[in-house]
């Protein structure tokens, strides 16, 4: 099957530096990827709609200018958070569909743990 | 809005059925899909199925949709220890946006 993989798997930053997630589909091609924040013991939730080669789509409250995405090539995608703080500690899990199948699968990565000190 | 709901907890026994049931609130869903998250991993999606079906079966696991009652459910038989997890059950109307459950920690006693 279709394999997404995050690089970290986690990292602890100091409060103010920013942070940079990668995302990335390994043996296939994605156009789309999603990025997801999930609470601990809570659900996941969309943070945003990437697509190559334009901008993301940014969900209800998230900070585009705080959550950046770009995502320059059809395997990958990036997240930065920028002026990191205690509250963006979090997971953060991305997925993506296959070009080569069908729109409504999405497989995601192992997910990324920030903290935030 | 939307929203999707599951119980939060469920204990069965080695080789017992487990029943994971979801509610969705959102009538225009038209793909319903089940995904399972072990500790400190990302989610694996284990089935879905489209709004015109009824019933879906993959081996181990049935999928169970009234879409009259906006309920969704996941059986799998003969449960194993390696299927303790946390199910994660979501929906969606064009496959890109996904709504998800608070997911259904599932613990199996050996």
């Known amino acids: 099957g279709a394999v997404v993989s995050q690089h970290p798997s986690w990292v602890i930053c100091k409060s103010g530096t920013s942070v940079k997630i990668e995302c990335r589909s390994l043996?296939?091609?994605?156009?789309?990827m999603f990025w997801y924040r999930q609470f601990p013991k809570q659900s996941l939730m969309l943070m945003a709609t990437s697509n190559e080669g334009s901008k993301a789509t940014y969900e209800q409250g998230v900070e585009k200018d705080k959550f950046l995405i770009n995502h320059a090539s059809l395997t990958l995608s990036t997240l930065t958070v920028t002026s990191a703080h205690p509250e963006d500690s979090s997971f953060y899990i991305c997925?993506?569909?296959?070009?080569?199948?069908?729109?409504?699968?999405?497989?995601f990565g192992p997910g990324t743990r920030l903290t935030v000190t | 809005g939307e929203d999707v709901e599951q119980s939060l907890f469920l204990s069965v026994r080695e080789g017992d059925s487990s029943v994971i049931n979801c509610t969705y609130t959102d009538s225009s869903s038209t793909y319903l899909y089940w995904y399972k998250q072990e500790p400190g991993a990302g989610l694996q999606l284990l089935t879905y199925i489209f709004s015109n079906m009824d019933m879906k079966q993959d081996q181990r696991l049935t999928v169970l949709l009234n879409k009259k009652d906006k309920h969704l459910s996941l059986r799998i038989a003969d449960t194993q220890t390696g299927d303790s997890a946390i199910y994660f059950c979501?929906?969606?109307?064009?496959?890109?946006?996904?709504?998800f459950g608070a997911g259904t920690i599932l613990r199996v006693k050996s």
């Open positions: 997925s993506s569909t296959d070009d080569r199948t069908s729109t409504y699968e999405q497989y």
């Open positions: 979501a929906e969606s109307i064009d496959g890109n946006k996904l709504v």
């Open positions: 043996d296939f091609q994605a156009t789309t």
